[in-house]
């Protein structure tokens, strides 16, 4: 028996964002139809789709060893293979960080291992992404469970090496097991880094697994931390009933995972697993949750959190009892509970994220469209009293309509050029504003940090580099965002005119966000200081680990640079689109109006007809009407996530219906 909340929650959530992209093509389609497409909200809209087609959901488990990190993913995702599909037992078991997904492109499931002597050569875990031949191809057969079993043990296979040789490869010697056949070496994982692909449900709705094998992989692999890490939805950092938070435990909690939390778009939890280890079955129901109480509030004072935030679970327990399908040992394992709470979190976290970064542009946009739609619909009725009106009046409305739309026909054509002229300008003051952030300072700074971090193996002067660089990004970042302040008041007051002139309601206008970008950056100097405090101790033993951390730090640096230039671009570009859309598709409409007119102007030998044909059009301007507001309608629908009871995660009442284990 597999628990299917999560299953049911990424069913929904797959279909809502279905429900969007065909919102968006649908309005693609009707711009496109009625001649009122512009190459810059084609832009808009393929971005828009491009990031829905895109989009994937990552769940990462973090935490030492043997704190039952495989065991809950076993239970959490794939217990109806009725096994132990990933390699979960006593000790050490994931030995190399572990990605599970669903490549589209291939065309059968597959495990790619990536060599640990990898790390010899100082190169990032991205750049070896692009070389498959460095990777060793082992085919998986997911028809045979047991065959699939066996497959993923690979994952998990230990070689033995010297002391230097591991220290040379980023290890902590201190925290690995010798080889007891040759106590002089010690062992390591045979891989740096895993990648499993197969045809799973939740794998191909778009769902990655990562699996962490603890502090030394974390210590060793600076993309887990700068990059993997921060783009997961939803992290969980285990620990175990049995042990509490340890020295490592709190190691990694404070530099990898503590200030994650306070990402919007990343959710962290803390679970407390193997609470079946120190459930006694001597004892009463209350002397236990009494225990477990206790030992909650220890591990909540160690993480500086609430007692609350820290969720129990028995990771074995839950996938036994779905095996077996007793229910009752599964309420008793909590694991519906953990799941029910991190499908309903992370499914609202990417629902809102796809809101921010995809709806709330369009919405305004097709917001747009109904207005110009409802104003047609006010000309037509406009000519159809023309044509119903007695003969003597006929003439003269025509007349005075047709000198009023040449009027406003005039005003629009005026206004397309003003907004044109207006848009040169603050693409003029743009050009001002870009000028601190570019590709060729970029460049200037990468080269600058690079030759400073090759000649320069000390600790003064390898901080200093990465300090500078730290400082120059900032610098310019900084000072674009000074410059778009002040052009952001030539914006409101071009939107002002336009909505006065026109006594519209306020438009809806792309905004620049400078801080979300400062803060990224502010955030990655901050999290790079934890390791360059140990630069002394990585510079003697572990030079090849040290120069991965400072190239990472310097990649990721650089990525937010680029995505803020890109971001800053794009606003100019698109800043004044709504304004453009409004009057195209009012001189687009006058257009046609002023056409209709004349047309009404000769048609005194059949005047019925006229009017049934006008009747006819103002039924199709309904029927687009409501079209428009349909996908109006559909943009603004929230995704379905399926409401269940309130998870409440004090101890009392999380045990309240706690039976004995047998």
Known sequence: MESARLSNQMDAYLQWRQEIHRELTHYRGWLIDHNVQ????????????????????????????????TELINALFFSHYGTRILPSGAGRTTMCPTELMYDHRATESYIRLLPIETRMVG???????????????????????????KTFSEVAQLKSVTPNEASAMGFQIDLLEKDSENPEKVRIPAWRHAMISFDHPLLRQGLTIIDTPGLNALGCEPELTFSLL?????????????SGVSATDLDIWNRHIRDLALRESTGVYAILNKVDSVW??????????????????QCARQLAIAPDEILCVSAKEGLLAQVEGNMERLDNSFLPELEELLSNDMMRRKEHLIQKSVI??????????????????????????VLKAEESDRQSQLEKMLSQARHEQTYYHKKLILLKSSRKMILREGGAMLEPVNSDKLSAYLKEAGKALTSSWTIVGMNNAIDSFFDNLKRDMTQLAQRQEKIQPLVADIYAKYEAEQGMAPLDYPRFSPKEYLTRLDDLRT???????????????QKATSKRFLSTIVNEGSTIYRLYERAAKSWL????????????????????HILKLRNLGNAEDNAEQRISNMESLLEDLDEQIAEVEEMVKGLRKPAPIHQSRKVIPMI???FSNTTRRR
């Open 38 to 69: 512009n190459p810059e909200l084609e832009a808009k809209l393929e971005q828009a789709l491009q990031t829905l087609r895109e989009d994937r959901i990552t769940i990462a488990f973090v935490g030492e060893f043997s704190r039952g990190k």
């Open 123 to 149: 190169s990032s875990l991205s750049s070896f992404r692009k070389i498959p031949d460095k990777w060793v191809f082992v085919p998986l057969n997911t028809d045979d469970p047991r065959a699939m079993k």
């Open 230 to 242: 921060p783009e997961a939805q939803s992290i969980l950092f285990l620990l175990s009933a049995s």
């Open 280 to 297: 006694d079955e001597l004892e009463d129901d209350q002397f236990n949750k009494r225990v477990l109480g206790d030992i909650r509030a």
């Open 360 to 385: 709330k542009d369009i919405h305004a946009m097709l917001h747009g469209s109904r207005k110009t739609l409802l104003r047609r619909r006010e000309s037509v009725l406009a000519e159809l009293r």
């Open 527 to 541: 999290k790079s200081g934890s390791f360059r405090r140990n630069l002394r101790k990585l510079l003697t033993e």
């Open 573 to 592: 570009n698109d800043v004044l689109l709504p304004l453009f859309q409004n009057a195209q598709e009012q001189k687009h409409l006058l257009d046609e």
């Open 652 to 654: 009392t009442a999380q």
